[in-house]
């Protein structure tokens, strides 16, 4: 076997290895888990929950429609809330469904953990990818809040 062909070899295995390892760890600990969930997916949940709350009642006490805007055209700090409102509201939602997907319901004994314990490896770029959107709305937020306390 010739060298470059021993090295993909290896290469294709070691990726074999390090899948296998990742399923059998969230396999693990949604097995463990009294109410399907690891722990990461129950703080997201949290979180989620938290932001849209927050971004709720910061919509219901602003007195102006996000239509408005002032006299250059730009919206103002009060209604960049509103708009980041919206978007946070729309990421929760995906996020929510996502973490339902993977979400294991207790039935089916060890094939449906490991099931989902797959399932959880091949949603995890989209989970982290939705839980950075909520990250970068909480910034924004941070600091449209920053510019309305002026």
Do not use: C
């Not at 090295?7 to 294709?12: D, F």
């Not at 990726?15 to 693990?28: E, G, H, P, R």
């Not at 995890?124 to 510019?147: E, G, H, N």
């Amino acid at each position: 076997m010739d060298p470059l062909s021993a090295v993909s070899l290896a290469s294709a295995i070691i990726q074999i290895v390090d899948f296998s390892a990742k399923i059998l760890l969230n396999t693990s600990e949604i097995y463990k888990a009294t109410d399907g969930k690891r722990k990461i997916d129950r703080a997201l949940e949290a979180t989620t929950a938290n932001l849209g709350e927050l971004l709720a009642e910061v919509g219901k006490k602003s007195s102006i429609n996000y239509q408005e805007s002032n006299a250059s055209g730009q919206r103002t700090a009060d209604g960049q809330l509103l708009k980041l409102a919206q978007d946070s509201e729309e990421v929760a939602n995906t996020l929510r469904v996502t973490l339902n997907k993977i979400r294991f319901n207790g039935n089916g004994g060890e094939r449906s953990v490991l099931k989902q314990g797959f399932r959880t490896v091949l949603e995890q770029k989209t989970i982290k990818d939705l839980a950075d959107k909520l990250d970068s709305i909480r910034k924004q937020v941070d600091t449209a809040l920053l510019v309305s306390l002026q």
